[in-house]
Each structure stands twice: as C-alpha cells, then as structure tokens.
C-alpha cells in the first residue's frame, strides 16, 4: 500500500496525519502503525491520528500511541488534526470533531489552535501530587530539579510502579512565576519524555490552580518544545470551560509504501 500521509507537530509533540475518510488504513495493524511512527524505520512521531467522517461534526479523530495502540485523548494531536482538517477543505476557522472522550470545538488562526477541552470533575490530592483527567490521566508533581531531572527514568519509575499496567502520564513542574510553569513529561505508550504534551499541559495549569500555586485562570505552560496557553473556569469542585491554545504546524507531507 502507498500510504499518503501529513507530518504535523504542536510545540515539539509530532504527528502522522491520515485522511482516512475512505476507510482504507488498517487500524488494527498495530505492528504498521508502530512502524509508521518509528524515527529510524518509519516517517517518525510522537502518534499516528485517522481522520474520518463523523454524522454528528465535521470528522472524527481517532488516536494511535506510537507503540501502535489506540489511545485516550491527545491534546496536541486535538490542535493538529484542525489544522490538518483546515489544509484538507473541511473548515474554515472553527470546527466541531468528535474524539474518543467526546465532542470537542476548535478555532484556529494562522497557525495557532485553541481548543476545547472536556471538564475536569475532580482532581485527587496526594502526599507529593496531584491526579487528574484531562482526556487522558495525568500524575502532576512539583520537583526543584526540573533542567537536570531525567525524566525517563522517574517517570517510568512513577507510571508503573504507582498505577500499574493502566499507567499514566507523569508531568514534573516547576514554577517561573505567579501564572507562568515549566514542564516536562513522560507519556505512557510513547515509554519517554515527549518534547510537550497538550493534555499533559492543561492537568499541570489546573492542578496549580487547585494547589493554589496560582490565582490565576490563565496561565502559560513552557514546555521544551514551546509555549502553550491554558485557560478554564472554576466551577464548583471542578473545571469548566477549559481551552489549550498554541502553534500547530505542517512540516511535510508525503507517501511512504508500506
């Protein structure tokens, strides 16, 4: 198969985009979409993201993990598939998608996406973190050593040793200043730190906000791979009205036989 494809990334978090509207990828190859998204064998990503015909929006977002496995929710995928679903025809500057948590809204404006992301009900406290579900689960902590933190050693450490086979994402924060945080993330089915993480970044801005490290409702994340913005609405226990905003960008497009 000569398989057309999208190279798309959002701060540093990289994705093969596949107009899959015919029905014509394998998805239950996980073997190929592994090695689609391996750096030395395949086109090299972060995640592989099917985009189909929704009846309820304008199309459908289906999300693979680089290890091949179809996944919850991805933040940075969510603002690239909108741009993708930009370049295809499919929208304008807003659009409506479904993905495997729900319905979601978009805008985007030259190359930057806002997106919105589903509410957050609770956020659980424990004795060093904070645990939360923003699409995807995501274990935040605040560390002191963040630029000398390896991150792929203590992440995993943390994303089996804590919550088992399921895992989860684990994020290690530090402040900048009162509405500014640094972050870097390991991301289960990736198995190591990925240059940003969309839904890693909203979990971090709303568990500040809930640790009352912050007062404020719109806060910027840095990530190694760029800025992103986050803003969102206390309601109650919980967090309404959330939205990720930041660059999403084509970087190629191409065929690869596979």
Not at 18 to 32: A, E, G, H, S
Not at 85 to 95: F, I, P, W
Not at 137 to 150: A, Y
Request: proline share 2%; net charge neutral; hydrophobic share 35%.
């Amino acid at each position: 198969m000569q398989l057309k494809f999208h190279k798309y990334q959002g701060t540093g978090n990289d994705f093969i985009l596949v107009d899959n509207r015919q029905l014509i990828f394998p998805k239950n190859d996980t073997k190929l979409i592994a090695l689609l998204c391996n750096r030395r064998f395949g086109v090299g990503a972060d995640g592989l993201i099917l985009l189909e015909n929704d009846k309820m929006s304008d199309f459908k977002m289906v999300y693979f993990n680089s290890d091949g496995n179809e996944s919850s929710m991805c933040g940075n995928g969510g603002r690239c598939i909108v741009a993708f679903a930009k370049e295809l025809g499919l929208v304008e500057n807003d659009a409506t998608f479904n993905a495997v948590d729900g319905l979601h809204t978009a805008s985007i404006q030259n190359n930057n996406v806002t997106l919105q992301m589903v509410d957050v009900t609770e956020v659980k406290s424990k004795p060093k973190s904070l645990f939360l579900n923003t699409g995807s689960p995501h274990h935040v902590q605040l560390v002191n050593d963040l630029q000398t933190l390896d991150v792929k050693t203590e992440g995993a450490k943390l994303r089996y040793g804590l919550y088992g086979k399921a895992g989860s994402n684990i994020n290690f924060v530090q402040p900048i200043n009162a509405d500014t945080f640094e972050v870097r993330t390991y991301e289960r089915g990736v198995e190591g730190e990925t240059l940003s993480c969309g839904t890693g970044v909203t979990a971090v801005a709303i568990a500040m906000h809930h640790a009352q490290k912050t007062a404020s409702d719109s806060i910027t994340i840095k990530t190694l791979g760029g800025e992103l913005k986050v803003s969102f609405q206390r309601n109650g226990k919980g967090y309404g009205q959330i939205k990720l905003s930041g660059p999403a960008t084509l970087v190629y497009k191409g065929e690869i036989s596979c």
